[in-house]
């Protein structure tokens, strides 16, 4: 099988998504909020994928656009 790092990567967004999902409301304060940021979040990463380097930690990665954007919106 070819090795892909695109689909790897997008593979371990996906089972980051429930901890990510979590992050966000717990940043938010409310399921509503936390949902769009969480959306807003999974659009960034994936618009600034080529800045992405492979090697780092994408859960460390997806959590500081999730901040960043929270901290953005306030």
Avoid: C
């Avoid at 099988?1 to 990567?9: C, G, I, L, Q, V």
Wanted: without cysteine; proline residues 3%.
């Amino acid at each position: 099988m070819k090795h892909d790092p695109a689909n790897e990567w997008r593979e371990e967004l996906v089972a980051l998504l429930p901890r990510l999902r979590r992050y966000a409301v717990s940043l938010t304060g409310t399921l509503h909020d936390g949902e769009d940021l969480l959306h807003s979040t999974i659009e960034r990463a994936l618009t600034k994928f080529d800045q992405f380097t492979q090697g780092t930690d994408l859960d460390r990665w997806l959590f500081r656009i999730a901040k960043n954007l929270w901290l953005d919106e306030i």
